[in-house]
DNA sequence: AGCCTGCTCTAAATCGATTTAGAAAGAGTA
DNA sequence: TACTCTTTCTAAATCGATTTAGAGCAGGCT
């Protein structure tokens, strides 16, 4: 089996091709510069103890030679890797996609790679990817963890001392673990206070079943809100993918009485309920007001146009970069602010 | 030096901690089953000329120390990676995320880590991504490339030998280097004829600025049907994205005799004419049709829900696989279908 | 002279795996 | 007995970097 990409072993039909050299390595540059291997790692690293006539000669070297330092190699010995783990939920919601690009926009300003990942709202994919990682010496990690973060627990085993960040996770796992989220009670408060005022009584929040559930305190705060204004929470509970949500919210419009409003965690999901609605020929806004969270680019372009918490997701990811980077500790909690408009209106006078 | 592994070495100053022990290597792994760690190596790769006996035995000591080999090593010293490469020109359009997602996937069941990067139209940044892919010897890349495919070359130079797939670009670079895409002349075609049966005349197309531009082809298709049909071929160019497409679509709009009709590369691009369309108070369908491409799923759910050419897009990430993998090679043209929705209707009467 | 200090520089070890060359032991054959 | 094969195993080289320990030398000081 020829596999030996860099040797210039010519096939037999192969046309005249020029000579492509080996990669160049840092024997090389200090072979062609006349120094040790040694001197020149301290000079391409800008170690002191080089003189100025050796620094010259082996930076001009490893330039004319196009030399570049094999990332494998240094990470094998150095122990430390510029790469950081992503592992989001599901990667085709643009919510993480948007937190993916933040991270990686700051992640390339210190020429560190950002290796994103989807568990897809399994464990078992959530463990694999965790365990990839570890194998890959990875030490900075950003999860938004399925549920209530069994795995993670696994990943601080497999690497102790590696940065590890939670991204929109109501788990809390120690002071060395800061999370990164919008801020979620007030995102709820404010839907919730933003209905009421419409004059809504009977509210809905749309949530992940209990064990892949990763936003209790949304959900709590949520339950809180209703007691101190004596209306009766109408949780809603489905996995958060295919046909299984649109059955669960399907049903709880169906069931008497039925909410006139309905809470969700992102626009993402509220899509789902727009779709249910259709599907039961409920009139948004007028039938059924919505609240997504997120404002997503085309929820102002849905029909009609979407209620949400608005949230800076870039930012987010930033700050899940800096946290990893050891640029900034402790929790961050993105602020939100609510977008009114269509798909929210006062509920139709009860008969 | 001490290097017998097993012994905890409690350290004099150390407080009582639950030994951390070392994470284990082959060595250990060979020494607990005494041992060299080149056999330990053949056993735990299924190699020959392993005695059952002592095949047994190193497969239960690796097995019980929680064996996990180093990646880094492995890849250093074999010159082969488990990663391969993707790089999109926009990740936060959801078209590429179903692509990473379906590649993602595929790559899975053979335990391969995807690497995605983006490169947001930015050809810097796409040749700094390809730096680093090839600095981790990565040897298997997808690539949505910017405008004609440039930096491919350099990456070609870099990575003699290395899988390489084009997604999503119409730069032939030869026999070795398949191209992965929804065919592209099929859907322009399909686009066209659905508004020239509704009885447009004026057709816009909106695509990328030359030098961004990477669907030459369905462009020139587009230019190839107006002139069979006796139409003048309105072509928007714009840098797909921010404020520029915004602009650059209420020009074309406001230009007189102003297109009736627009064609869109992709859902995301069409998301902007609708904003364009609403900043002149446009009503879309009845003033201005617009047919996008992907069928986002979003796209039913817009105000008013959009006509578009519906692709599979996992499919094309899986495909992109296959061929990184050498499951399969040539190009793929993915099927497309049109999808016929409120944002295309006959023109209005011209006064 | 003798000794210490500081500056450059190099040899060799190291990270953790794979792989090559060949050693050791036993079986079969002339 | 001597020789050739097999089979099973190990020592050592290797991938390409970083890093430690220390060599060599010039200059300053007693």
Redesign the interface.
Known sequence: MD???SAPAAQPGETAVPA?RRRATLKTVAHAAGVSPALASFALNGKPGVSPEKREEILRAARELGY??????R??RTGKTAVHGLIVRN??N?YF??V??GM?EAA?EH?I??????SEYSED?ER?HI??L????VNSLAIAPVGSAHVVQEWLTLR?GARTVLINSSTHLGPGIPRVSPDGGRAVTMAFEHLRALGHQRIGFLTAPEALRSDEDRLTRFVELCREARAEPVVISAELQGAAITTAIVSALRSRPAPTAIITNSDFAA?YV??AAHELELRIGDDLSIVGHDDL??SQ?????LTTIAVDRRRLGREAFRRLFGAADGDYHGGVSLVARDSTRPPRPQP
Chains 1, 2 share one sequence.
């Open positions: 596999d030996d990409i492509l570049q330092p094999d990332t494998l190699a990470e094998l990667i085709a643009p996609n948007d993916l690009a990686q390339f020429d790679t950002v290796l994103a990942m989807d994919r694999r365990r990839h570890a194998a890959r010496r102790p899509h727009y779709m680019p085309t372009l849905l029909n009609p146009s």
